[in-house]
């Protein structure tokens, strides 16, 4: 747990990202937080999963986080979500433990989000699945990526929004990102901020396509992988 917690810090479309010390790293783009996790994972994740399965699914869709942090990405898919399902699980190894900087966060977003969607995310006792809104059921799992154990091939989307490589290379290894991408189903996408040609190449060798796409302001490009459908 951090001795001294993340401070707030305004981000250049008015919302703000967390600078935490013990990282010496930001939780999100100074270039804009809010705009940056729309563009990377609700709109090139989430938005862009659902459309690419082209119907509705009945069953709900499984998401992971790598680095729940302020529960921004949750939220943002929490509120996007109307009758899809869907069951996330963000595993967090330091929890934010000041509700008032979780909540001048939230509440700097361009627009407002529900406030019983506030209250609940942050009321959810951690490590139990919970029922936030009727379509969205959270898990806070409070630990390291390193530990955590989830069935092979049972997720849909995994958002990877661990701090860079600079800060914590471990977590952009062969090591960890061979049992993350064993999460993934097949056709399940992983998305991240990172464009590091090492990463990419080892989750292409993992078995996963990458598509390159633009980055939100201030970052080129930002990387999806599609994991490949096993030949018969
Ligand atoms: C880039 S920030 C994530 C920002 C977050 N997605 C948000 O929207 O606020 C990275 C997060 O990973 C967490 N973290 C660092 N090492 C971790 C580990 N080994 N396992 C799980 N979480 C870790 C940090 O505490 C931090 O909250």
């Known amino acids: 747990m951090d001795s001294i917690g993340p401070h ?34 609700i709109n090139h994740g989430l938005r862009d999963y ?6 509705m699914i009945d069953t709900p869709i499984n998401i992971m986080e790598m680095g729940l942090g302020s529960g921004l990405n949750a939220l943002l898919t929490a509120e996007l979500i109307d009758q899809q399902k869907v069951d996330y699980i963000g595993i ?12 001048s966060l939230i509440n700097s977003l361009p627009h407002a989000l529900d406030n019983k969607l506030i209250e609940s995310f942050w009321d959810t006792p951690w490590n139990t699945p919970t029922k936030i809104t009727p379509a969205f059921t959270l898990e ?17 989307i995994i ?16 090591t960890i990102i061979r049992t993350v991408l064993s999460w993934l189903k097949p056709g399940g ?10 990463f990419r190449r080892t989750c292409k060798s993992l078995g996963c396509r990458l598509e390159s796409l633009p980055g939100p302001p201030g970052k080129r490009e930002i990387s999806r992988f599609v994991k490949e459908r096993k030949k018969s």
């Open 8 to 41: 707030l810090v305004p981000t250049k479309d008015g919302s703000s990202t967390l600078h935490s010390s013990v990282y010496n790293a930001h939780y999100h783009s100074i270039h804009g937080a809010y705009t940056e996790s729309m563009h990377i994972f």
């Open 50 to 55: 659902l459309a690419d399965k082209k119907k």
């Open 92 to 103: 967090e190894a330091h929890p934010i433990t000041e509700k008032a900087t979780y909540l």
């Open 140 to 156: 806070k799992r409070h630990g390291k990526i390193e530990d955590l154990e989830l069935t092979p091939s049972s997720i849909d």
């Open 159 to 174: 958002y990877y929004d661990a701090f860079a490589p600079e800060c914590q290379p471990h977590l952009w290894q062969e």
């Open 189 to 198: 996408y992983l998305l991240t901020y990172c464009a590091k040609g090492s």
